[in-house]
């Protein structure tokens, strides 16, 4: 928002879809910036945190709240219906900012090309899930397009744009997954029923350490 003495020129409205570490990221620094926020996300319990960093709720009456923290992939059903409400509300900001990721899988597909053309002149949509194909259906991967006077830019390996500090935030995830390993006396006894590291473990050691439980033990190896 922004007034002068030539007049009032009313704040930008952002929309962000994915209410995970960048999307409330997002929401803040937009806040900062004087927009008026709002978020989305299919985990509604995330709703408290949009709240928390003084952006409403966008409730579109879908949940998919999926392990681990992620959202699970939507049914053909629930996306249809998700397009669709979204396509509607969409065309009311000036900026829309995408972050949702299902791991293991391509980017959904939120804001359709009808809702991009919907938009204002002059509007853009930023697009962070541009390496896993993208959230716009008219992305295209680390390049910026102009829609109907709407940009739509995807800028890929955005923690390359800032190093330092995304190397400190690598490193204090190492750290803490390190902690969860190492004992007091500083062996390494993972504790498989953590659930963080079962989720995390690609390989264990039966009762008798000899690897994992349907493989060949050491005995067996001696004896090939």
């Known amino acids: ?37 709002t978020g989305y996300d299919v985990r ?24 681990g923290g992620y959202a699970r992939e939507l049914t053909g059903e629930e996306r249809e219906t998700q397009q669709q409400r979204l396509t509607e509300a969409i065309t009311g900001f000036d900026v829309v900012i995408t972050t949702a990721l299902v791991p293991g899988r391509r980017a959904p597909v939120l804001v359709t090309a009808e809702a991009v053309r919907g938009m204002r002149s002059g509007s853009v949509v930023v697009d962070l899930a541009g390496a896993t194909g993208g959230n716009c259906e008219l992305t295209e991967p680390g390049a910026e397009v102009v829609v109907d006077g709407v940009t739509v830019c995807a800028p890929l390996n955005l923690p390359a744009e800032m190093p330092v500090h995304a190397s400190e935030l690598f490193a204090r995830n190492v750290l803490a997954l390190l902690e969860l390993m190492v004992d007091a006396d500083g062996g390494l ?36």
């Open 1 to 37: 928002m922004l007034t002068t003495a030539a007049g009032t020129v009313p704040p930008a409205s952002v929309l962000v879809l994915g209410a995970g570490v960048a999307g409330l990221q997002a929401l803040a620094t937009a806040k900062r910036l004087g927009a008026r926020t």
């Open 44 to 67: 509604p319990e995330v709703s408290e945190q949009v709240e928390s960093v003084g952006a409403r709720w966008l409730d579109l009456g879908i949940e998919a709240l999926g392990e």
């Open 189 to 224: 006894r993972p504790d498989l029923s953590d659930e963080i590291l079962a989720a995390t473990c690609v390989a264990g050691a039966d009762e008798d350490g000899a690897g994992p439980a349907d493989g060949p033990t050491a005995a067996d190896r001696e004896a090939e």
